[in-house]
């Protein structure tokens, strides 16, 4: 059973423009919604993260908007550059549990100039 | 570097030897994680310790597989009796009890031939 859904499976942005990812959950206890990115051979890498609590959270060019009544998250990438290109997965964890994640399928981004 | 560390990186072996990982968390870390990653999907959860003590184990976990962490520091994920089903990445994170942000390593790639 696939508990956090994530689409599009790829994504093609010419340079400077917004890419966007969306996920969706079912599972109301999680409570923590990061999204990791990661390149070709290495290891995922924790990106930006949000708590239900808030609607929108935004680190630099990163922007999480999250929807509980909808039970869906999407990352925004603004001013997308050809170095963001990478895969890109959400996660969710339940409060409590030991912060085990569960992820997405994943998001293959490509940045063209 | 004070990341999490995995060794080795890769591992190519013959069907039915055994095989066995390391995993060193960030020094302070008292959480640990297993999980495996296959190519174009999501990490998926093995296990986790808190400490020294296994605190879970998912369904993906089969006999074959044994992970330990004995003194609470680093941890080793042994595989045995391996089948090319095993191929995968395995990824090893950690994080503080009292924090959601959970970081990966870099993966060690298996290779079952």
């Known amino acids: 059973q696939q508990q956090v859904k994530q689409s599009p499976q790829s994504l093609i942005v010419q340079k400077g423009g917004i890419s966007i990812i969306n996920c969706a959950y079912e599972n109301t206890a999680f409570d923590y919604f990061p999204w990791y990115q990661q390149f070709p051979g290495k290891g995922p890498a924790l990106l930006i993260a949000i708590r239900p609590d808030v609607s929108e959270k935004k680190e630099g060019r990163f922007t999480i908007s999250f929807n509980k009544s909808a039970k869906q998250f999407s990352l925004h990438i603004m001013d997308s550059q050809p170095g963001d290109s990478a895969t890109y997965f959400c996660a969710a964890s339940p409060a409590g549990g030991g912060n085990k994640l569960t992820f997405g399928t994943g998001t293959q981004l490509k940045v063209e100039l | 570097d004070t990341g999490v560390s995995q060794d080795p990186r890769h591992k190519i072996t013959k069907r039915g030897q055994n095989v066995t990982f390391r995993c060193d968390p960030i020094s302070e870390h008292n959480r640990l994680y297993w999980y495996r990653q296959t190519l174009g999907q999501g990490p998926e959860f093995l296990t986790y310790f808190q400490n020294e003590a296994q605190l879970e184990k998912s369904r993906l976990l089969s006999d074959r597989f044994s992970a330990e962490r004995p003194k609470g520091s680093f941890s080793t994920l042994e595989i045995q009796r391996t089948e090319q089903g095993d191929s995968a990445m395995y990824l090893c994170?950690?994080?503080?009890?009292?924090?959601?942000?959970?970081?990966f390593g870099e993966g060690s790639w298996l290779t079952v031939v």
């Open positions: 994170a950690s994080s503080l009890v009292v924090s959601n942000t959970i970081y």
